[in-house]
């Protein structure tokens, strides 16, 4: 028979609790998730210890949890292995060796600490209660039950008491500040979060709360496309269903299972923090997991299980080493295998999905030079290509009559003469003039994306030096301009030279260069802003490092089509002007040169030229313009 005694937990400072209150739990609903996890572990003790023969089987594992409103406690009772009166001294009194710092310092650096350690888990009570009771009976034959109690101080009473199941009673009186957790609701929440997919029964009061089952601890095998969804579903609701899924599972050289899914993405994911879920052996852990998977992977969603991630003592956050960088790489490196395996399959699937799936791989390419190489030829453009024919991989058909080509299927399309240089285009509104123009001659032209690919274009030149990529709005080439002489006036100026002194002069910009060419086809522009590819990217760079949208530089070129009937319109009302008073100009020269305006107006308007603030000023002189033009009609 025990005998009562009263004694002192053996620690060389003054007192522990203190420390494990603010130095160790960032946050005290953890608590639930500690003695819960040591009941768990404490089931799965008396089940290896009933194998070996060295204690009764009982029962199947089951974590109870009961309020008691009136008296203001909160127990938490499991059926596992238990502890005699020798273990309690052992594993609740003994948890320094010679001072609280050293303590800590063993917990963070012990590989087996994180879960499951029924000292350190057993203290987290204290952030929550002024009394804790420990009511335990071990499940070896012969054992005597005993209670330990303990106000927070290093004082403690151990004592014989009654229990008729072998298993712990930890009851928590709680302080007046932490009464939330006599809430059911509140503790059903915690239950949810930190517990929910233990492989042990978690009750409230009778009710089973948890799942249970993980499914990232099965095999593949045994889950069907509906089972992922389901989980997806389940772990983030109302955020539509994932594209597709890649599961985790590997024992060498650290033990971690995983599913990880693509979200649709919408262009709000989180870069910094991400939303994968970590979990160490079932344990929910943390929801921020930077330190573990590649930045760029981050906002991918799932769950990573590993008991082999390095965390601190409080399991809030993670200790980076070599391991947790060789972890972010087999993560990185699973996903591109299953990238690869759906762009081989699935190539129409992979198509419809890719605007989804291109900021992480574009990014990860970037960021990752073994990344890269192994989604190098994984990257889609799209195309102004139809769709290929037959058996033709290339283009790839995707949604909304989109087609998507790789860049090594583009130049298998280029002529030789050209095939260094790689046309795209990155709005096709704002650059649907030069766009027409190039698709007019019969040329590719690669639609790329105007955030990413202000980064990725050059990213790839880098790559690949023998190919200049150039947009279709920096110049044009001779194929689309039309090969013919014009003829001088009597003051020795072509038409080309006159329409460039009108331009000149009606603007006043030095920063403007005015061209003027015969541009091909019917439906070409009156004049385009054309950007220089260099000074447009230097100019896009600075925007982005300014968190700003690019705007128009001041130096461009506008390129004025002469064979325009605007144009020509222009030309001849400047010519038929008659000056008139004492101005130096006449009626007819003043409108011509408002129309000049008006049409560099409207081409900057085209390229998104025109701040908002100008916008009412455009529209005004707009209409001015059409009035002048009604009254010399009328």
Not at 39 to 53: E, L, P, Q
Not at 534 to 552: S, V, Y
Not at 559 to 578: C, D, F, P, T, Y
Not at 602 to 627: T, Y
Request: glycine share 8%.
């Amino acid at each position: 028979m025990l005998q009562a005694e009263q004694g002192q937990i053996q620690i060389h400072t003054e007192n522990i609790f203190p420390i494990i209150k603010k130095a160790v739990y960032s946050g005290h609903e953890v608590f639930l998730r500690e003695l819960v996890s040591n009941g768990v572990d404490a089931i799965s003790k008396r089940r290896m210890a009933a194998m070996a023969g060295d204690c009764s089987e009982g029962a199947e594992g089951k974590i109870s949890i009961c309020i008691d409103r009136d008296a203001k406690t909160l127990t938490i009772s499991d059926n596992g292995i238990g502890m005699s009166a020798d273990e309690v001294k052992r594993y609740i009194n003994q948890v320094a060796f010679s001072s609280a710092e050293d303590f800590l310092e063993k917990y963070k650096q012990e590989d087996d600490a994180i879960i499951g350690h029924f000292g350190l888990g057993f203290y987290s009570s204290f952030m929550v209660a002024k009394q804790v009771e420990l009511v335990t009976l071990s499940a070896r034959d012969g054992s005597e039950a005993v209670r330990w109690s303990c106000d927070g101080s290093p004082n403690f009473s151990l004592e014989a008491a009654e229990r008729s199941e072998p298993g712990t009673d930890v009851i928590l009186h709680l302080m007046e500040e932490e009464l939330e957790y006599i809430e059911p609701a509140r503790i059903r929440t915690l239950i949810t979060t930190y517990c929910d997919f233990m492989p042990v029964e978690v009750q409230l009061e009778g009710e089973t709360v948890n799942k249970r089952e993980a499914p990232w601890r099965k095999s593949p095998r045994d889950l069907s496309d509906d089972d992922y969804i389901e989980l997806y579903r389940y772990l983030y609701p109302f955020q539509g269903d994932p594209l597709l899924w890649v599961h985790l599972n590997t024992d060498y050289p650290y033990n971690l299972q995983g599913i990880l899914y693509f979200p649709k993405f919408s262009g709000r994911a989180d870069w910094e923090k991400g939303e994968i879920k970590l979990y160490c052996n079932n344990v929910f852990v943390s929801d921020s997991i930077k330190e573990v998977v590649p930045r760029y992977l981050l906002p991918l969603r799932g769950v990573i299980d590993s008991p082999d991630i390095p965390l601190n003592v409080s399991r809030s956050a993670l200790q980076t080493d070599r391991r947790v960088r060789s972890i972010g790489g087999f993560v990185a490196k699973k996903v591109a295998d299953r990238l690869k395996q759906l762009h081989r399959d699935e190539p129409k699937r992979y198509a419809e999905i890719w605007e989804s799936l291109a900021p992480f791989i574009k990014i990860g390419a970037m960021e990752d030079d073994k990344f890269a190489e192994q989604v190098a030829d994984l990257v889609l453009f799209g195309t102004t290509a139809a769709a290929g024919e037959g058996d033709s991989p290339d283009p790839i058909p995707g949604d909304n009559n989109k087609t998507f080509t790789t860049l090594a299927g583009y130049r298998s399309r280029l002529s030789a003469d050209n095939d260094k240089r790689i046309l795209y285009c990155t709005d096709e509104a704002g650059q649907a003039g030069a766009l027409a123009l190039w698709k007019g001659q019969g040329a590719e032209v690669l639609l790329a994306d105007t955030f990413i690919d202000t980064q990725f274009i050059p990213w790839l030149e880098y790559r690949h030096e023998e190919l200049k990529f150039q947009r279709v709005d920096s110049e044009l080439d001779d194929s689309l301009q039309e090969k013919e002489s014009e003829l001088a006036d009597a003051d020795g100026k072509d038409s080309s030279e006159k329409v460039r002194d009108l331009f000149k002069n009606a603007l006043n910009n030095d920063k403007v260069t005015i061209q003027v060419q015969a541009l091909k086809g019917d439906n070409a522009p009156a004049a385009l802003i054309l950007l220089p590819e260099q000074m447009r990217r230097i100019n896009d760079m600075g925007a982005l490092m300014e968190q700003r949208l690019p705007g128009l530089p001041d130096h461009h070129v506008l390129l004025v089509n002469r064979k325009h009937r605007l144009v020509e319109g222009l030309l001849k009302l400047s010519a038929g002007s008659v000056i008139t008073g004492a101005s130096g100009s006449s009626p007819s020269q003043q409108l011509a040169d408002e129309l000049s305006r008006h049409v560099y107006e409207m081409a900057r308007l085209a390229v998104g030229g025109l701040e908002p603030n100008q916008l009412a000023g455009f529209q005004q002189r707009s209409c001015d313009l059409m009035g002048q033009l009604m009254d010399r009609g009328l």
